[in-house]
């Protein structure tokens, strides 16, 4: 699988190519990667985003081409866009990687504030994921200085 990266304003840029065969083979298995962190669906055509995290990243991303390929993906707006666009209008970006596992949600709720991915006609997201308010103020004040704004 190509890793690319792309220059935008967020850190953590890994482009993962749509062009990546989506099959498994053993040797694909053995080559993964295996690292938790958040990711970026987006689509260059809508301009719409998903932001989603996870414990296995390279396997998440495989799995939501998966779905989405086959027609079955749990998210109807993301397939009804695919079924329309196709796999190529979609990028799979690496947000952040080796995140501590017990922040992974906070870090997940704060992407998907930076990118407006609940907003309804600019994101796929339907809800925000469960974290401690003192989870996201820590990321907040990590990522933007001492900010009260949480």
């Known amino acids: 699988m190509a890793i690319k990266i792309k220059p935008k304003s967020f850190i953590n840029k890994d482009v993962i190519s749509t062009k990546a065969t989506t099959k498994n083979s053993a040797k694909d298995a053995k080559n993964e990667m295996i690292y938790n962190g958040v990711y970026l669906i987006e689509n260059s055509v809508t301009g719409r985003k998903y932001v989603g995290s996870s414990s296995n990243i390279d396997r998440r991303i495989k799995t939501h081409k998966q ?15 695919h079924d329309i666009h196709g796999i190529e209008s979609f990028k799979f970006i690496i947000l952040e990687k080796d995140v501590a596992h017990d922040l992974l949600t906070a870090y997940e709720k704060y992407w998907i504030y930076k990118h407006d991915a609940i907003v309804r006609y600019k994101g796929y997201n339907i809800k925000f994921p469960e974290c401690t308010h003192a989870q996201l103020k820590y990321i907040y004040n990590m990522k933007e200085g001492d900010k009260n704004a949480i």
């Open 67 to 81: 779905h989405l390929q086959k027609g079955c993906h749990n998210n109807r707006k993301l397939q009804k866009d």
